[in-house]
């Protein structure tokens, strides 16, 4: 099945400790994308790759870092969480260019810092 | 710069009955139009895009969009909607120049009561 996933769906954590959010797509898309989601202001763009070590920002990409030396795979870090990075983060794929093609989103992460 | 604005943030409306869910964008520039839907604890799926051609856009599940250059918007509408349709509604754009990037409005929850 063509599938989006992220792990963990649920994380609760403190400020400073350091976390993965892992995505994976098995379509062999070339282009991934994160957002976080917040009431009131809809899905905002994190960071987003056009292919193998090929990333860059998007509108709201302070705290995060991301990696992609796989084609499949596109971990979200943060490396020391604030509580204003309480969201619900969605990692999403593409066959190419974001925008042109149909973006497949995973399930979703909902991240709670305290 | 692209910002998109869904002026409704919640729609309740009767089984069978027809809905419009609005949206209007600002842009200097061309782009591309996106619906996406949101059913309880899922992540986004397509609707229904417009890229070019035929203004009036037909998408899954009997949703269809109008695209209007003049008053820039691209308002979702579907005929008579089911309990089923209950969700959250993204209206998106991209610019044509930069599709790496998708810009969403902050949602339109859709409410069928029985």
């Known amino acids: 099945e063509a599938q989006v996933t992220q792990n963990p769906r649920y994380l609760i954590t403190v400020t400073g400790k350091k976390l993965t959010v892992t995505c994976s797509q098995n379509?062999?898309?070339?282009?991934m994308s994160w957002y976080r989601q917040d009431p009131g202001l809809g899905l905002r763009q994190i960071y987003y790759?056009?292919?193998?070590?090929?990333?860059d920002k998007g509108d709201v990409p302070e705290g995060y870092k991301v990696s992609r030396k796989e084609k499949r795979n596109f971990p979200l870090i943060l490396e020391s969480p604030s509580p204003n990075q309480t969201s619900l983060y969605f990692c999403a794929s593409s066959l190419s260019r974001g925008g042109t093609y149909e973006q497949y989103f995973g399930p979703g992460t909902r991240l709670t810092v305290t | 710069a692209q910002s998109v604005t869904q002026l409704d943030s919640q729609v309740p409306v009767f089984e069978e009955a027809p809905v419009e869910l609005r949206c209007n964008y600002s842009?200097?520039?061309?782009?591309?139009l996106f619906w996406y839907v949101q059913y309880p604890n899922q992540g986004l799926q397509l609707l229904l895009k417009y890229l070019s051609g035929s203004t009036l856009v037909k998408g899954i599940n009997g949703f269809e969009a109008e695209f209007n250059k003049s008053q820039t918007s691209f308002h979702l509408r579907k005929p008579s909607v089911h309990i089923s349709d209950t969700a959250e509604y993204f209206c998106a754009v991209t610019p044509v120049h930069n599709t790496d990037k998708l810009i969403f409005g902050t949602g339109t929850r859709l409410q069928v009561f029985p």
């Open positions: 379509m062999n898309h070339e282009y």
């Open positions: 842009s200097s520039v061309s782009v591309y």
């Open positions: 790759s056009m292919n193998v070590e090929v990333t």
